[in-house]
């Protein structure tokens, strides 16, 4: 992966190592220290707190790079939220993804009410077309809030059986957000998981599907493209 050397005013690596290390953590299941020895092996003397900072400074900026840079996804959307602890209140993590697995949207919310679901429906609708089926589990919620959205009221609404829901896609999609979370040994603060959770989604989002059984020189493509939009975001940081 290869990204400017051009240095930011008041930090003393290049964009090229920032945007490296951020890369790192949120592609594999990493913590600080982990990229800090990565980066220490290849000769950069990096301190985790380092790499820290530099997750919560850039995070939003480089998923609203890569949000934008996204090409326009399914009509199909599969929904789905899982109870996640965040300083020890408990949260929700709404997900929403289309039928190609690709991630929608993320966002951590303190209710599971039809206010909730509402309000996931309407921020879904900001960044993406009306749908023609939204898949979801039995949770009253989604079909109240499907009501009270006029926009919503043509599409078809499909709920999946509680037997079904191990096969069903938003739940695999959960997984990886389930390692980080062991590896961080749980979030701290509901700003710096939305944070996490964003930029997360986005990367998994470029990178997708990187580790599919499609032929090696397909994936290849695929992963320098990948590359060479995420070094165009980071330089965009500067």
Known sequence: MVLSNQKLPGYRFPLAVIGYAVWLYHRFTLSDRD???LLLERGICVTRESIRTWCIKFSDLLAQGLR???????????????????????????????EHGIVLDVVLQRHRDTEAAKSFFVRLLGEHDIPETVHTDKLWSYGAALRELPVLHSVEHVQVVSTARCNHPVEQSHRPTRRQERQQRGFRSRRRAQGFLDLHARITNLHHPARCT??????RHHQQQAFTLWGEVVRQVA
Request: charged share 30%; glycine share 8%.
């Open 35 to 37: 990229v800090e020895e």
């Open 214 to 219: 499609v032929p090696a020189h397909h994936r």
């Open 68 to 98: 934008h840079r996204e090409p326009r996804r399914g009509s199909r959307w599969y929904l789905d939220e899982m109870h996640v602890d965040v300083g020890g209140i408990t949260h929700w993590l709404w997900r929403a993804i289309d």
